[in-house]
């Protein structure tokens, strides 16, 4: 199983919003929707947005960003990162050769963390996403950072099996 950390907040208010004035509102839905979603034009105006709290999980495999997006034209790039408050942990951006590409329909991306960069990670309870768009309109209509679900045990296995506190 894993754990889905869906945006939970605006951290500001930079992109757009095709329906009402929350941006998270818009990107958070499960499954997703392609009704609702984000916008920006071809600036290097970033949208960060606040990812509902994780619980430290059981390795740090498999640390999956998912999202979806939609251009006007197929130029351009969106760029993602993912911070840890203020500290950045992972940039998916046309700098080191990774970056989202364009479609004209709505296309889903997905990303991932090696295991130093999850490790890096020590409260996921503070996790952000951050997007920019260069040469494009871009828009997002879903997002999920996904990681492995926490570790079992716990005081509760503990006192079951007579584990000393």
């Known amino acids: 199983m894993t754990q889905s950390l869906r945006p939970n907040s605006d951290v500001d208010s930079i992109w757009s919003c095709s329906t009402g004035s929350s941006r998270y509102a818009c990107i958070d839905e ?4 392609d009704t609702d ?9 970033i949208q960060t947005i606040g990812l509902s709290p994780g619980e430290t999980p059981a390795n ?4 999956t960003l998912r999202f979806r997006v939609r251009g006007v034209s197929r130029s351009g ?15 998916w951006t ?13 296309a889903e ?8 960069e999850a490790q890096a990670i020590t409260d996921y309870s503070q996790l952000r996403l951050k997007f920019g768009v260069s040469n494009q309109t ?5 997002v999920a950072f996904e990681i492995p679900d ?6 509760e296995i503990c006192l079951e099996m007579g584990c000393a506190a």
Not at 37 to 45: K, P, R, V
Not at 94 to 106: A, D, E, I, K, V
Not at 109 to 116: D, I, M, Q, V
Request: zero cysteines; glycine letters at 6%.
């Open 60 to 63: 740090r495999l498999n640390h």
């Open 109 to 116: 991306k997905t990303a991932t963390l090696t295991e130093s």
């Open 138 to 142: 871009a828009r997002i209509s879903w």
């Open 150 to 155: 926490a570790a079992a045990g716990g005081p």
């Open 30 to 33: 499960d499954p997703y929707s």
């Open 37 to 45: 979603y984000i916008y920006q034009a071809a600036t290097s105006n």
């Open 94 to 106: 046309n700098g080191n050769l990774y970056y989202f590409s364009f479609s004209t329909s709505w």
């Open 77 to 91: 790039s969106l760029n993602a990162y993912l911070y840890q408050g203020s500290t950045l942990i992972k940039a």
